[in-house]
C-alpha cells in the first residue's frame, strides 16, 4: 500500500525567505508523486509532477521538487517565498498506471510580511 | 490546461433531503472521474471512483446508498447525496484524468461546499 507523509501540518516564513515543504512517501513500486496547491475554498491545482524522468522537477509559480529515492523523499522549495504563496499544499503519490492518488496531510504555508 | 467544472459551488439543504453535485470535464474526455470528501484542516479522502457506463468503486467505509454515483458520459460524473444529515456537511472534490494522457495528471473541480442544516 502506498501513503505519503507531509512533515508538520503548518509552516511560516517571511517573505522573501526560502519555502521548504517535507514529503516523504512509502510505496512498493516507482512512483509517480505529485504536489497541489489548495487556495481556501477551492479545488485543487497541479504545481509538478515526478513520473520516472528527471528527479528534479520544476513546476509552476517558481517551486520545484527533488525526488530521492534512497530517502523516500519529494519535498517541495522555492527560492524566495510571496505573500500568494499562502495556501495549502499537498503532496500525493499514485502507482505507474494507475489512477487513484494517496494525499498527505497537507502543509498550511504563511508567509509574513 | 485541461478544466473541471463542478457545479454547485456552494449548497445549504435541509436534513433528509438530497443534494445533486456534478462534475464535468470541459474540454478532455474522461473514463475516469474521482470523487473526494474533505473535512475542515484535513486532507482529501477518495470515496469513490466514478467509471463511465458501469458501477462506481467505492472505498471501504463509505456508503454506497448514501452517496449515489452517475457517470454516464465520457464528460459527466454526479455525486448525490441522500437523505443528508449534519454530519455530511463537508467540500466535496472532483477529478478527472484525461484519457488520451497516459501519464496525465489528474485535473481538479472547484469544489463543493455541501451544508446541511
Known amino acids: 500500500a502506498q501513503s505519503v507523509t507531509q512533515l508538520g501540518s503548518h509552516v511560516s516564513v517571511s517573505e522573501g525567505a526560502l519555502v521548504l515543504l517535507r514529503c516523504n512517501y512509502s510505496s512498493s513500486v516507482p512512483p509517480y508523486l505529485f504536489w497541489y496547491v489548495q487556495y481556501p475554498n477551492q479545488g485543487l491545482q497541479l504545481l509538478l509532477k515526478?513520473?520516472?524522468?528527471?528527479?528534479l522537477v520544476k513546476g509552476i509559480n517558481g517551486f520545484e521538487a527533488e525526488f530521492k529515492k534512497s530517502e523516500t523523499s519529494f519535498h517541495l522549495t522555492k527560492p524566495s517565498a510571496h505573500m500568494s504563496d499562502a495556501a495549502e499544499y499537498f503532496c500525493a503519490v499514485s502507482e505507474e498506471g494507475a489512477q487513484k492518488l494517496v494525499f498527505g496531510q497537507g502543509t498550511r504555508l504563511t508567509i509574513n510580511p | 490546461g485541461a478544466v473541471v467544472s463542478q457545479h454547485p459551488s456552494r449548497v445549504i439543504c435541509k436534513s433528509g433531503t438530497s443534494v445533486k453535485i456534478e462534475c464535468r470535464s470541459l474540454d478532455f474526455q474522461a473514463t475516469t472521474m474521482f470523487w473526494y470528501r474533505q473535512f475542515p484542516k484535513k486532507s482529501l479522502m477518495l470515496m469513490a471512483t466514478?467509471?463511465?457506463?458501469?458501477?462506481?468503486?467505492?472505498e471501504q467505509g463509505v456508503e454506497k446508498d448514501k452517496f449515489l454515483i452517475n457517470h454516464a458520459s465520457l464528460t459527466l460524473s454526479t455525486l448525490t447525496v441522500t437523505s443528508a444529515h449534519p454530519e455530511d456537511s463537508s467540500f466535496y472534490i472532483c477529478s478527472a484524468r484525461d484519457i488520451k494522457g497516459l501519464r496525465a495528471e489528474a485535473f481538479f473541480g472547484q469544489g463543493t461546499r455541501l451544508t446541511v442544516v
Open positions: 515526478y513520473t520516472s524522468a528527471a528527479t
Open positions: 466514478s467509471n463511465e457506463g458501469s458501477k462506481a468503486t467505492y
